[in-house]
């Protein structure tokens, strides 16, 4: 995968924490993603890619950063029940944001983004496309750590 699409989602990821939460994220290295591999992220925002650029891209997080994400964002909850189901909107919508700010910055691409989806549950596994390989940029903020995970050819 080029730097320049691995340029433009990390941008998007930390422009997004930054202009929605007000936080910096700190990326690390991207790394080559065994789909086999066990991992400790409980929720996943996924959206598909179509056009000239297609593929999957990820947004991956614990359910105690989506909880502080939330809390953090001024929205509260009247049940458990609701403060799930807000958790799962939030990380759908920074997936939809993260996609689209990205693909946005990559000139000259006719790409269009599915509605995202909301996956949870201990390692659960995703059913990557036998497109690319699985690329992954990791963040850290103060409040955790996320990952937003690629499979895309163009």
């Excluded at 924490?17 to 290295?29: S, V």
């Excluded at 910055?105 to 790409?111: F, I, M, Q, R, T």
């Excluded at 596994?125 to 895309?152: H, N, Y």
Aim: net charge negative.
């Amino acid at each position: 995968m080029d730097a320049k699409l691995l340029g433009a989602f990390s941008a998007s990821a930390e422009s997004t924490f930054r202009d929605m939460f007000g936080l910096e994220a700190k990326a690390a290295p991207p790394r080559e993603l065994d789909s086999q591999e066990d991992h400790g992220w409980d929720i996943t925002g996924l959206v598909g890619l179509a056009g000239q650029a297609h593929g999957v891209v990820a947004f991956r997080l614990t359910r105690a950063l989506a909880a502080r994400l939330l809390a953090g964002s001024g929205v509260a909850a009247a049940s458990e029940g609701e403060k799930k189901e807000l958790e799962g909107g939030l990380v759908a919508e920074v997936t939809n944001i993260v996609a689209g700010a990205a693909t946005t910055a990559l000139e000259g691409l006719d790409v269009e983004i599915a509605p995202p989806i909301v996956i949870r549950g201990p390692n659960h596994k995703i059913g990557w496309p036998a497109i690319a390989p699985v690329i992954a940029l990791g963040f850290s903020i103060p409040e955790g750590s996320f990952e937003i995970d690629l499979c895309m050819r163009y």
